[in-house]
């Protein structure tokens, strides 16, 4: 075998299929022994969050966007379609006739084959998350240490 | 030829089948050859070129009433 290559995803959409896209590439790169990482960053977050509530100490704008935003993989809309909330069950059927792998579970298989998950700290600042709110065995990080694994990366995606 | 496991991987969808071969894989051997069935219409690109890329080497495959059937050497 060669050197290790390396897959960087950016995830900033916060939609179900664009995630489930970016999932899909970062379990096969995996399964090419890459060394993946997917970057969350703005609505891409959303995708880290656990779906029960929480009671944290917010302000008024935090607790909108926690309101407003969908609580983990599973809530969120699609990018195109979503006839208000409809589109979503819709993919979901489909998803489930196709024996394609629904995005809650793309995202265990991720964790399980060892993809590097990283919350961007900075917008969880401005979206107002914390870490509490996000999965288990996540990193977090800025700007430096995306391109630090970018720089050498052979496979860079923003989705 | 020497088969050491065979893979059911039928009814699974991209990336189901790439994800469970490379599992399997590990648990070879070099020289060691994997049988894999898959029904994903994606799986014959899919392995031929995880095969190359992952230095090892396609020996067969084979359709056989919508089940593509493949013997992975590992390398």
């Known amino acids: 075998m060669t050197d290790t290559k390396k897959t960087n995803i950016i995830l900033f959409s916060g939609e179900y299929d664009k995630a489930m896209a970016a999932y899909i590439i970062a379990n096969g790169a995996a399964a090419y022994d890459h060394d993946v990482t997917i970057f969350h960053t703005f609505w891409g977050l959303n995708a880290l969050r656990k779906s029960e509530k929480m009671h944290l100490k917010k302000n008024v704008l935090e607790r909108a966007f926690a309101k407003m935003m969908p609580r983990g993989a599973d809530k969120m809309g699609i990018s195109k379609m979503n006839f208000a909330g409809f589109g979503p069950k819709m993919i979901k059927d489909v998803i489930k006739k196709h024996n394609a792998v629904p995005l809650p579970e793309l995202i265990d298989m991720a964790l399980e084959q060892e993809v590097n998950l990283v919350a961007c700290t900075m917008t969880m600042d401005l979206l107002g998350l914390q870490e509490r709110e996000l999965l288990d065995g996540i990193e977090y990080g800025g700007v430096a240490a995306y391109l630090g694994e970018a720089e050498d990366g052979n496979v860079n995606l923003f989705i | ?75």
């Open chain 2, 1 to 75: 030829m020497n088969i050491a496991k065979v893979l059911d991987a039928k009814g699974v969808a991209c990336p189901m089948p790439l994800v469970k071969t490379k599992k399997a894989m590990k648990e070879l051997r070099a020289g060691e050859v994997l049988e894999i069935h898959a029904t994903d219409n994606g799986a014959k690109s899919d392995l031929t070129a995880w095969a190359k890329s992952s230095g090892h080497d396609l020996i067969d495959s084979d359709e056989d009433g919508g089940v593509f059937k493949f013997w992975i050497q590992k390398g």
